[in-house]
């Protein structure tokens, strides 16, 4: 749970199938630049009704191992994105923002809390539509990691249960994320995305002009609903 | 590498086949009680001739999860097979000293580290001979979490290199090990096993006692090798 848009509509999801006291929510502090998610993660958690107790944050150094945009001092790609629809030459290819293994990483973490606490279920907002082609959002790749969870855990290997990896988003479009977001209720305000966000008081302002602003932008509009998102207005300016 | 007795020889290994210049080694700062192995782990990749720049420590901190007691407040099991052999009954469950999910944890931070650095193996000194039936070090999961890793990261899903995962320990006995690591000229006076060691001057004084100590001691004993081992002379005579 990032405290972006994608895992904040998936939590939404878990909680109105299940109710929230039979959930739990974990988040990494990874080394991310953009720290401010950490924040933003607990208050899309405890507007979805999760126990506090219940929603593990959990540190993880990934700037040790290095390789990407996302954590170590390599910058962030502006405006690719912005004046192109459909994507440019290039888009589809995985951008320097890619955090490698990130998603092999977090659900095995993920595995581990789920093994402790019991749950038979990792729900993840992986997502394989939009623009950026990370490999570890992909069907395949969450299939494959399906079974080596069950072979490499007690639950899986000797208790008889089986841990099933859940990506309700997987398929759909960023607009239809908005918009199954809206009908469950989740507050978009509380949700942040930027890849690169001015900090002010605890809160992102959004850059606006990073591949993921760009997208989360775009999908409002075409969702035809009202954009929450606090975007930074003097970064934003010198776009102009 | 942990600093134990079967990274290290799987380390002397690798650097046997390729030569040390080729090898890099990750260590887990994970919040292990016996936290004494990461000294040891650096001492074992410095004499195996590795790079210090090339050992990464990566921080992640499993206690946020829970579930063992190598990380939590559960007393670690001693004498359970310190005087019977064949081992009990119940001695091939799995112990409460299983951290869930860590090698699958690990793995995934060594095929991140794998791909930043573009290596194309993962060697790891699982081992599913002794008497710690850990799922998380049997073949099945290994391979599956092989065919995980290369769904899951650009080198594999795209640019159609192959992450293998190498485990040659995995048939070994605790004595072939041991013979194995004399050949290859490991020191294991630099190794510790212990799972509830004492610390002297940042060196593990072992208790002899858990699991871990008397598998290791027997198999020095069964190789007809000098066991190095530094006991923790005070804790062993409690035994008595």
């Keep these: 749970m990032s405290g972006g848009l994608d895992s904040a509509v998936t939590l939404a999801a878990a909680c109105a199938e299940f109710g929230p006291a039979r959930v739990a929510a974990i988040t990494f502090d990874y080394g991310q630049r953009h720290r401010v998610e950490l924040a933003a993660a ?29 954590t170590a001092d390599i910058d962030v790609p ?25 998603n092999l990483i977090f659900l095995s973490c993920a595995a581990a809390l789920a093994e402790t606490i019991g749950a038979d279920r990792i729900d993840i907002g992986a997502n394989a539509v939009d623009y950026s082609g990370y490999p570890d959002c992909r069907g395949p790749f969450l299939r494959a990691f ?11 290997a000797e208790d008889g249960r089986t841990l099933r990896v859940h990506a309700p988003l997987l398929r759909l479009s960023k607009v239809e994320i908005i918009r199954l977001g809206a009908r469950l209720g989740v507050d978009f305000s509380l949700t942040t995305s930027c890849y690169d966000p001015r900090v002010d008081n605890d809160r992102a ?10 997208i989360r932008a775009r999908a409002f509009a075409a969702a035809g609903i009202a954009d929450p998102t606090a975007y930074d207005h003097a970064g934003r300016s010198t776009r102009a």
Tied chains: 1, 2.
């Design 78 to 102: 502006k405006d690719r994105l912005a004046h192109a629809d459909p994507p440019p030459a290039g888009a589809h290819e995985i951008p320097v923002t890619y955090v490698p293994a990130r």
């Design 205 to 214: 302002l959004a850059c606006g002009r990073c591949d993921s602003c760009v």
């Design 146 to 156: 399906e079974a080596a969870a069950n072979a490499g855990t007690k639950a899986g």
């Design 42 to 70: 607990a208050r899309v958690a405890r507007a979805a009704g999760i126990d506090p107790a219940r929603h593990v944050t959990l540190r993880i150094d990934l700037r040790a191992i290095g390789g990407s945009a996302l």
